[in-house]
């Protein structure tokens, strides 16, 4: 009976998280208010009711920790539902859509991570509960202090140091440099600086839009990408790069800056390829080498990429159903590759799904750019935008061997403290600016109405 019931609620699972994403979309017809707040409603209940059916599944599968996964779940519940309806009441003017996609992710990697590693699960839960928290209050920073644009050079030399500690407590994961730790905690730098860098390219160019302050701040982010590539961390300084040319395109408007830092980048890399191949790039060439072609070396070197490929391969369409699959065949699973593993256990449609469910997320993040009036809140928007977006693109693009693995993680979704903390602050700024922006629209939309009700008093006196 356990059996059956746990097949059938894959394909229940599959239908919701459908339903889900089509409402990701939809949420932006026009149409009045009420209806749009139906759907954000609606999209609760589906979440609420794939995370249901999924800890069924685990509970039924893992009859010896039954108690332990029923606990867990109830937890999980309590503490999305307590803060999906706290930060809206203390937040009326936040996006709710982000809040639902934060919490959907945030959920599907809790489940994944709890059929792969309970006790990796509960530190993830522990750590962004405790995140979630701590967050909570950049929207009110946010509002009280308005000077943030004013603190550029800052924001540039602090995120130099943090990266620069590496090379003094610094240790070394996977062949690169860019971890540190510290009372026992080990983070990653470079995962927290990407929110600083963002804040530093938008603060210099809300300032000015002049050749001056451009090469100003392009001196700044070359020596954050230098000093990642010294890390051999290639994967953040593709990210941070890719960050600072779709910012300086929007902080500036021209398309000749874009041109020249990309033939400039291109000709670095070349040239640091070409000086320091043996010594930052040899674990580099043996990932494209991988990618190149993965099947020479199926039991070394290829062996990730090959077991990544054959665990998305046979989950098919619908997926083996969760815990019926061998996702810990694939090493680093549970970080790196889940995509993987979500993809063999809950299906590819499921795991296209998520992928929308990412994108709708990069959409609302440019939605809020678009919207808003203060060109230092556009910028920054708009870098974490890009940001969230090419990482969760890096990550996927990786494990199916669309491009060489860069080691990188599916924001919220992936096992890991410093990448779930950095991504849960994006999240909270980004609900920052939207309030701020729709504060500013209802206070805009108020005075018109009063000017227009004052114009009719006096047309009839």
Same mark, same amino acid.
């Given at each position: 009976?356990?059996s059956?019931?746990?097949?059938v609620?894959?394909y229940?699972?599959?239908?919701l998280?459908?339903?889900?994403?089509? =409402?990701?979309?939809?949420?932006?017809?026009? /149409?009045?208010?009420?209806?749009?707040?139906?759907k954000l &409603?609606?999209?609760?209940?589906?979440?609420?009711?794939?995370?249901?059916?999924? +800890?069924?599944?685990?509970?039924?599968?893992?009859?010896?920790r $039954?108690?332990?996964i029923?606990?867990?779940y109830?937890?999980q519940i309590?503490?999305?539902?307590?803060?999906?309806?706290?930060y809206?009441?203390?937040y009326?003017y936040?996006?709710?859509?982000?809040?639902?996609?934060?919490c959907f992710?945030?959920?599907?990697?809790y489940?994944?991570?709890?059929?792969?590693?309970?006790?990796?699960a509960?530190?993830?839960?522990?750590?962004?509960?405790?995140?979630?928290?701590?967050?909570?209050v950049? !929207?009110y920073?946010?509002?009280r202090?308005? &000077?943030?644009?004013?603190?550029?050079?800052?924001y540039?030399?602090?995120?130099?140091?943090?990266l620069?500690?590496?090379?003094v407590?610094?240790v070394?994961? +996977?062949?690169?440099?860019?971890?540190?730790?510290?009372?026992?905690?080990?983070?990653?730098?470079?995962?927290?600086?990407?929110?600083l860098?963002?804040?530093?390219?938008?603060?210099?160019?809300?300032?000015?839009r002049?050749?001056?302050?451009v090469?100003?701040? =392009?001196?700044f982010a070359?020596?954050?990408?230098?000093?990642?590539?010294l890390?051999?961390?290639?994967?953040?300084?593709?990210?941070?790069f890719?960050?600072?040319?779709?910012?300086?395109?929007?902080?500036?408007? #021209?398309?000749?800056?874009?041109?020249?830092?990309?033939a400039?980048?291109t000709a670095?890399a070349g040239?640091?390829?070409?000086? *320091?191949?043996e010594r930052?790039?040899?674990?580099v @060439?043996?990932?494209?080498?991988?990618?190149?072609? !993965?099947?020479?070396?199926?039991?070394g070197?290829?062996y990730?990429?090959?077991?990544?490929?054959?665990?998305?391969?046979?989950? /098919?369409?619908?997926? =083996?159903?969760?815990?019926?699959?061998s996702?810990?065949?694939? !090493?680093v699973?549970?970080?790196?590759?889940?995509?993987s593993?979500?993809s063999?256990?809950?299906?590819?449609? *499921?795991a296209?799904? @998520?992928?929308l469910v990412?994108?709708?997320?990069f959409?609302?993040f440019?939605?809020?750019?678009?919207?808003?009036?203060?060109?230092?809140y556009?910028?920054?928007?708009?870098?974490?935008?890009?940001? +969230?977006?090419?990482?969760?693109?890096l990550?996927i693009?990786?494990?199916?061997k669309?491009?060489?693995?860069?080691?990188?993680?599916? !924001?919220?979704v992936?096992?890991? /403290?410093?990448?779930?903390?950095?991504?849960?602050? $994006?999240?909270?700024?980004?609900?920052?600016?939207? =309030?701020?922006e729709?504060?500013?629209? #209802? #206070?805009?939309?108020?005075e018109r109405? &009063?000017l227009?009700?004052?114009?009719?008093?006096l047309?009839?006196?």
């Open positions: 009976m356990a059956i019931i746990i097949n609620s894959k229940f699972i599959l239908i998280m459908l339903l889900y994403t089509l =409402t990701c979309f939809t949420i932006y017809q026009k /149409g009045n208010e009420k209806k749009r707040e139906w &409603n609606r999209q609760i209940v589906y979440v609420f009711l794939i995370h249901f059916l999924s +800890y069924m599944t685990l509970a039924l599968s893992y009859e010896d $039954m108690t332990e029923v606990v867990f109830g937890v309590l503490v999305a539902t307590i803060y999906m309806y706290l809206h009441f203390i009326p936040s996006s709710r859509l982000i809040t639902n996609n934060m992710l945030l959920l599907i990697g489940t994944m991570l709890a059929r792969l590693d309970f006790s990796m509960k530190k993830q839960f522990i750590i962004a509960t405790a995140a979630m928290v701590l967050v909570a950049i !929207p920073i946010m509002e202090f308005r &000077n943030l644009r004013n603190y550029g050079i800052i540039g030399v602090v995120g130099i140091i943090a620069s500690s590496v090379f407590i610094g070394e994961q +996977y062949g690169s440099v860019n971890w540190i730790s510290l009372f026992g905690i080990t983070l990653q730098p470079s995962e927290f600086v990407k929110v860098f963002a804040f530093f390219v938008a603060s210099m160019l809300s300032k000015s002049s050749f001056k302050q090469v100003v701040t =392009t001196g070359g020596v954050h990408m230098m000093i990642l590539v890390e051999k961390d290639l994967g953040a300084a593709l990210i941070f890719v960050i600072f040319i779709c910012m300086i395109y929007v902080g500036t408007g #021209k398309i000749q800056y874009v041109a020249v830092f990309l400039g980048g670095m040239l640091a390829f070409l000086l *320091f191949k930052l790039f040899n674990h @060439l043996v990932r494209v080498n991988v990618w190149k072609n !993965p099947w020479a070396d199926i039991s070197d290829g990730q990429i090959t077991q990544s490929l054959f665990a998305i391969g046979s989950g /098919g369409y619908f997926g =083996t159903g969760l815990t019926k699959g996702p810990k065949l694939i !090493p699973c549970e970080s790196d590759f889940i995509f593993a979500i063999e256990e809950f299906g590819v449609l *499921f296209l799904a @998520l992928i990412c994108f709708s997320s959409i609302c440019v939605n809020i750019a678009l919207k808003v009036r203060s060109r230092f556009k910028t920054l928007a708009f870098g974490f935008a890009v940001c +969230y977006s090419f990482q969760a693109f990550s693009g990786g494990v199916t669309f491009i060489p693995s860069t080691g990188v993680t599916i !924001p919220l992936s096992y890991g /403290g410093s990448s779930v903390l950095s991504s849960l602050i $994006m999240f909270s700024i980004m609900q920052g600016i939207s =309030t701020i729709n504060k500013e629209a #209802k #206070k805009i939309e108020e109405r &009063n227009e009700e004052e114009a009719q008093r047309r009839e006196a």
